[in-house]
């Protein structure tokens, strides 16, 4: 049995000469880095300080770093947000210590943000056997499909979507409207004249040696299948004098309602909510006593979620929309690279039509054979086009809807294919309608919206658009 140095410099020295390009290099020029672990398991004292500067370092552009191979390092705190491919090459199991759900939560950290919603980040995590069943338990707890790929049988096809300047005549227009929904610059006065007694919340108990200030019994439920999820207990912190818990849960109010400059405006109504709404009675903030009920995490639960209730509400603020464009065609969509499912079809303007699972690839051999339908596309991210709508919890978002298409009328469809429900799909549902509405009244194309879930397709084994149209309605 090979010791964790061995292990690692063998590992180390197959990228070297297998990717010379890529992980080649000594010394300062090395673009891999080793770290070794002791006999104890912890990183070794020499490669301790390299491990920690080049962890703090791997995200500036100009780090020489492609690739670290480490023992353990996975398992402690990672922050790196640059990692794009994690390859597990130890038994994932309670003794190693080492967890599936770590393996993928190194990876998950987006590395740009802020952009645009055409844009989607990929990590590939690569693992073993015991792996491969995490991952096959997640898909059946969770009923989901991931996507596969087997080193040695698959192999890797990258092909290039883009328009064919042949079938130009396939072509579709879709109108630029203006948002309808936008997150608002400042809302310093709103938070202010937020009324706070009006807040919905539980009375918190005052004394810390009550029975229910010692520990809240949370429990979380899936809002679709009504099922609980989550059951745990929050124990008491350390009590801290009264502004600090102020300023504190002021912060994760504006963390999570995604308004940090907000911090000042929100912290004095926070300081008004534990003074006079939380405990159902003015109280004073100076008394130890009470210092230490709203320093509880029973308090900061109560306090953040009513504050989150009350605001997210008023992040987003509701415009009319107007026709800022007639129309991008689909054809001014660049080329990109695409790795997945593919087809070839008449019908629409792309070379080959791109899909991201079976049931896309279905929906879209059934658009080109019915009798009904003129023109279709899978709309590619590529293009740019999105809905906004805001989620259950009041959070902006942005929706991309599946394919497009015109019929033999003239009319033209949004249409969405859907496998699993969630609880934002009635969200999206609405705001595609509206769209639609929108792109009709201000441009004179009727325009309509169509959601095709896969179970009610498979079933309905419809031949032409207006089968699926009917039965939607």
């Known amino acids: 049995m090979m010791n964790d140095t061995t292990e690692a410099d063998e590992v180390g020295d197959y990228l070297r000469k297998k990717y010379p390009t890529e992980f080649g290099g000594e010394g300062e020029q090395a673009k891999l880095l080793v770290i070794h672990t002791d006999r104890a398991g912890e990183v070794s004292k020499k490669d301790l300080d390299d491990a920690r500067k080049v962890a703090r370092s791997v995200d500036d ?14 398992r402690e705190g990672w922050d790196v947000e640059n990692v794009t491919v994690v390859v597990g090459l130890r038994p994932y199991t309670s003794k190693a210590n080492i967890l599936p759900e770590q393996t993928i939560g190194r990876g998950l950290r987006l590395m740009f943000r802020g952009l645009t919603s055409d844009y989607t980040e990929r990590v590939d995590v690569i693992g073993n056997k015991p792996f491969i069943e995490f991952v096959e338990q997640l ?9 596969t790929f087997e080193v040695g049988k698959d192999k890797l096809v990258i092909v290039t979507i883009m328009p064919d300047e042949k079938k130009l005549d396939k072509d579709i227009t879709l109108p630029v409207l203006s948002p309808i929904l936008v997150r608002k610059k400042t809302l310093a006065e709103e938070i202010a004249g937020l009324d706070v007694s009006a807040m919905s919340c539980p009375k918190l108990p005052r004394k810390a040696d009550d029975p229910e200030a010692k520990t809240f019994h949370y429990e979380g439920y899936d809002l679709i299948t009504l099922q609980k999820e989550i059951e745990r207990e929050y124990k008491l912190p350390e009590v801290q004098t009264s502004q600090e818990v102020i300023s504190y849960y002021a912060k994760r109010i504006a963390l999570d309602v995604k308004l940090p400059a907000q911090f000042a405006a929100i912290v004095p109504k926070v300081k008004e909510f534990l003074e006079t709404k939380a405990f159902r009675e003015r109280v004073d903030l100076n008394d130890p006593t009470i210092i230490k009920a709203i320093a509880t995490n029973v308090a900061q639960y109560v306090t953040v979620q009513a504050f989150v209730k009350a605001l997210r509400p008023l992040v987003v603020q509701e415009l009319e929309p107007q026709l800022l464009n007639s129309g991008r065609k689909l054809s001014e969509t660049p080329p990109f690279p695409y790795s997945r499912i593919t087809f070839k079809a008449k019908k ?5 039509v791109a899909c991201a699972n079976k049931f896309e690839e279905a929906f879209g051999r059934f658009l ?10 899978k709309l590619p991210e590529q293009f740019g086009f999105a809905v906004e709508y805001t989620d259950a919890s009041n959070n902006l978002r942005y929706y991309e809807p599946d394919f497009v298409a015109v019929d033999s009328s003239g009319a033209h469809y949004l249409i969405e294919t859907k496998g699993r429900e969630d609880v934002d799909v009635a969200n999206k549902d609405r705001a595609a309608m509206l769209w639609c509405e929108n792109a009709t009244r201000l441009t004179g194309t ?5 959601k095709v879930p896969q179970r009610d397709f498979e079933e309905l084994q419809a031949t032409e658009l207006e089968d699926l149209i009917v039965f939607a309605k």
């Open 61 to 74: 552009p100009d780090n020489r770093v492609n690739a670290i191979v480490s023992v353990l390092m996975l």
């Open 139 to 147: 898909e059946k707890e969770e009923e989901l499909a991931l996507e």
């Open 348 to 352: 629409t303007v792309f070379n080959l």
């Open 368 to 377: 080109e054979k019915a009798p009904d339908v003129e023109v279709f596309a």
């Open 446 to 450: 009727n325009w309509r919206y169509i």
